[in-house]
């Protein structure tokens, strides 16, 4: 079992950079892969990025593709969404996910999700 707390967003102008952490508990963050999705009021939670437990295999959401990039620390058990050039679309509540074995894109896959951390891109 993994516990997952995220952390880095606020609130910056269109244009500017953000770097979220999420820290996971536990001994065997390694052999999860982990996800970014987000939801912004009054849409379905969405897929933004996912990563192999290795690190060495990525997906990114169309939408944030070339801009968002997402990188993990096993020795630090710590995923993270590097977020640029970013858009007032952007704006939402950000969560990470873990699930055993490979990447996926759906949401349902996931089974241990973190609060969520809150993400404002002002235009």
């Known amino acids: 079992q993994v516990q997952l707390v995220e952390s880095g967003g606020g609130l910056v102008q269109a244009g500017g950079s953000l770097r979220l952490s999420c820290a996971a508990s536990?001994?065997?963050?390694?052999?999860?892969?982990m996800g970014w999705f987000r939801q912004a009021p009054g849409k379905e939670r969405e897929f933004v990025a996912t990563?192999?437990?290795?690190?060495?295999?990525?997906y990114y959401a169309d939408a944030v593709k070339g801009r968002f990039t997402i990188s993990r620390d096993n020795a630090k058990n710590t995923l993270y969404l590097q977020m640029n050039s970013l858009k007032p679309e952007d704006t939402a509540v950000y969560y990470c996910?873990?699930?055993?074995?490979?990447?996926?894109?759906?949401?349902?896959?996931?089974?241990?999700w973190g609060q969520g951390t809150q993400v404002t891109v002002s235009s």
């Open positions: 990563i192999s437990w290795s690190g060495s295999i990525t």
């Open positions: 996910a873990a699930k055993q074995g490979a990447t996926a894109l759906s949401v349902s896959l996931y089974n241990y």
């Open positions: 536990g001994r065997t963050f390694s052999s999860y892969a």
